[in-house]
């Protein structure tokens, strides 16, 4: 139970537990998202503000992330932005299940001859690459979920190139000896 009797304190209290010097996206939402439960939404500060406050306390701020999630958080909903959100990089089955879905959404733009749309698809899977691979990258991640990462990134990598093939490679490659020995079997509903 976090004990933090303010938004600032309750920040810097997340923040310590999270054990990270840097802070970027996925520590401003974290921090986000405890202010929310304590306090309500309407006390929740922008990434830029709590940026400012972990600065102030000696933390190492991944400014592009902040930026990015400043701006995301800002933008008014449009139908890319709630898909932006429904993408899940965090593990697995959830990338899977994302990937799929951006699937299902190009398939649809195609039918329509919505080209920019799917341009807008492809984007977002890069962006979640990109997200990927700056996790990839940190010093503080353990092997088991760089090798996690590395597979996610793989997948989006067959996506962006081939969409129509990747649910036929995906398939394949979730029943290989090497995936099963690396992930153990995931949930393919």
Known sequence: MLAGHTKDGLAIEVWEKLDCESVGEAEIESIQTAIAGRFGESAVDSPMKIARL????GAVLRHPEILRTYVRQQLPSTPERELRDQIDISGLPRALASIRLLET???NRRLTGDTAGQKQLREI???AKRRVNEKIAS???DPDKRAVNIEIT???SHWIQTPAL???WVAMRIESRDFIARFGRINDA
């Open 54 to 57: 972990l600065a102030d306390e």
């Open 105 to 107: 959404e190009r398939q």
């Open 125 to 127: 899977a890069l962006e």
């Open 139 to 141: 010093q503080t991640v």
């Open 154 to 156: 793989e997948w989006l």
């Open 166 to 168: 990747f649910e036929s």
